[in-house]
């Protein structure tokens, strides 16, 4: 019942076989489909973004060139960074991604199927939790779902599973404004993985937050993320959250931005606090920012 | 001592105090009780009104039609206003056809119209409704429409994320963050509505408050006058209690993020 996909929009199947043939809540799923009995394994990326250019305001005088070529694959199962300083167009790469706007040239593909509006294959988190203050914090993680006409009742055990899930237990009743700012965007957590998608876009989902607070957060993303076996984008201004997070960080330059630069961390999928302050972290996080700040000392790429 | 009774006991102690005055001045500086009757001729009017509320002049029956007058023209004028608020906001060509004719509605003092639909609907309960409903839309529509486009972008954002319908999107994000707006609005509505069932007894009515008002007011009974003003606005006070009571139960939320804001 529960892997059911719902929805009306739902978008023409990738010719790839089915991945989610029974997905058990909110448990793991494997990162790549087994493939054995349904067909041979799908080779699609997670994430394709395949020579993506978006310009703003085309031909007017306020037009203005945002993301410039991005070629981009996201693997099954894999954490990446796009970290960039901030009007760099990685949240407008993120939300392109997310179906939320067009692109300019260039496509991008989710499992293969390509994107042309918001679909249930991808979920996302913002920088504020958008939680709305009139739903009890279960029934903003219960939205993905009744927004699609599916019963409440139905989907009550997987919301509370979620809110097991990320340390929310006790606080299903309460309503937004009694939480923190973290608790809040563990409610957003919830809600994002609710609709089951198998790419999470995370657009700074902390950067609201404190220091110590975001550090935990990122602690706890991560945590879930392997939990849940997703694939996900965290776009962050951020080198330490980039690496701490991500298998990949991927350095985008100021405007228009650009892929400047990539940083494999390679340090397996367990991220436990003690890695902030590890050296083994720390020779990434340099690598990442110095990428990061030779982008921006130039003032961007040559286009 | 609770905040509400030190409020109750001021206003009680300042009532006191300026009905005493106003007596004073009445009987010592002899002037005319049809001009200016003192609050103990007032009260002994209000008692007639309250003796004769079932009895002989069945004053309640008066109440009664300029209470649902009042009820109905603010049901008919909001409704109307937040269904056509909702379409404008939510329409670009609606927009384009109604924004001319609210800007000439809203420029036309509604109570100039009051004798033209006496005119046409006669001297029933109808045209005083109709008024009131007039008088109730204008700001019910404005607040519908700028508490519907009060949503943050982010808001939108997520709820195309999770491919929401439109119409989902309108039901589940829109229309309750506009309640802030629209209740603002009900509230005044609800006394615009009075003022407009009213102005309707005013322009041709045989029953009603308004007309009670309007009966001694032409008779020279001045403190009559005062003890139906009086029973007027415990029922408007009364419907207005109602609207925010309903913004209480219905808003709950709205105090609270309000004072987290603040924070």
Redesign the interface.
């Known amino acids: 019942m529960m892997a059911r996909r719902f929805?009306?929009?739902r978008r023409s199947e990738p010719v790839a076989p089915e991945t989610n043939s029974s997905r058990s809540s909110p448990g793991s799923r494997p990162p790549q489909p087994s493939g054995a009995t349904t067909g041979p394994p799908t080779t699609y990326p997670a994430v394709r973004i395949d020579r993506v250019t978006k310009v703003y305001n085309e031909e007017t005088a306020e037009e203005l060139l945002a993301i410039s070529d991005v070629t981009l694959n996201v693997e099954q199962g894999e954490v990446i960074a796009l970290l960039g300083p901030s009007g760099c167009g990685k949240s407008t790469l993120l939300?392109m991604i997310?179906?939320?706007y067009p692109t300019t040239e260039g496509t991008i593909s989710i499992d293969g199927v390509e994107v042309t509006?918001?679909?249930?294959l991808?979920?996302?988190m913002?920088?504020?939790p958008?939680l709305?203050?009139?739903l009890k914090i279960v029934d903003s993680i219960l939205?993905?779902v009744?927004?699609?006409g599916e019963k409440r009742a139905e989907h009550l055990e997987r919301a509370n599973e979620l809110i097991e899930l990320t340390g929310l237990a006790g606080f299903g009743e309460s309503?937004p404004?009694?939480l923190s700012g973290g608790m809040q965007q563990r409610a957003a957590i919830c809600?994002m993985l609710m609709?089951d998608p198998s790419v999470l876009l995370l657009d700074e989902p902390f950067g609201a937050l404190d220091e110590m607070t975001r550090e935990y957060m990122d602690v706890e993303l991560r945590r879930i993320i392997n939990q849940q076996n997703r694939s996900a984008i965290l776009v962050t201004h951020n080198p330490l959250e980039a690496a701490f997070v991500a298998d990949r960080v991927v350095v985008l330059s100021p405007r228009p931005g650009q892929i400047a630069g990539e940083v494999e961390v390679p340090i397996g999928k367990e991220r436990p606090d003690e890695l902030f302050a590890s050296d083994e972290l720390n020779v990434y996080i340099r690598e990442a920012r110095s990428l990061f700040e030779r982008g921006r000392g130039e003032g961007g790429l040559p286009t | 001592m609770s905040e509400r009774l030190k409020t109750a006991l001021t206003f009680g102690a300042s009532l006191l105090v300026l009905g005493g005055a106003w007596e004073l001045y009445s009987v010592r500086s002899g002037v005319n009780s049809i001009i200016l009757p003192p609050p103990s001729e007032i009260l002994e009017a209000l008692w007639f009104v309250i003796e004769n509320f079932f009895g002989r002049l069945k004053y309640w029956e008066d109440t009664w039609i300029t209470f649902y007058e009042i009820i109905f023209g603010f049901l008919v004028g909001s409704g109307t206003a937040v269904v056509v608020g909702s379409l404008v906001a939510e329409f670009k060509s609606v927009r384009r056809i109604v924004t001319p004719y609210t800007i000439a509605l809203n420029s036309t003092p509604k109570i100039a119209v009051a004798p033209l639909f006496v005119i046409w609907f006669g001297f029933g309960a109808m045209p005083k409704i109709l008024i009131a409903a007039l008088i109730c839309f204008f700001p019910v529509f404005v607040n519908t429409v700028t508490g519907l486009g009060s949503v943050e972008e982010e808001e939108l954002e997520l709820m195309a994320s999770i491919r929401a319908s439109r119409w989902q999107t309108f039901f589940r994000l829109k229309m309750p963050r506009s309640t802030p707006f629209v209740f603002a609005a009900l509230r005044t509505a609800m006394a615009f509505a009075a003022i407009g069932a009213i102005i309707g007894e005013f322009a041709g009515a045989s029953e009603g408050l308004g007309f009670q008002i309007e009966f001694a007011a032409a008779r020279l009974e001045t403190a009559r006058l005062f003890a139906f003003l009086i029973v007027l606005s415990v029922l408007a006070y009364l419907l207005y209690s109602v609207i925010a009571f309903a913004e209480r139960k219905i808003m709950f939320w709205a105090a609270a993020t309000r004072s987290q804001r603040l924070q």
């Open positions: 929805g009306k929009n939300k997310g179906g939320l509006e918001p679909s249930e991808t979920g996302m913002f920088q504020k958008v709305f203050p009139w939205l993905p009744r927004v699609h309503y404004w009694q809600r609709g």
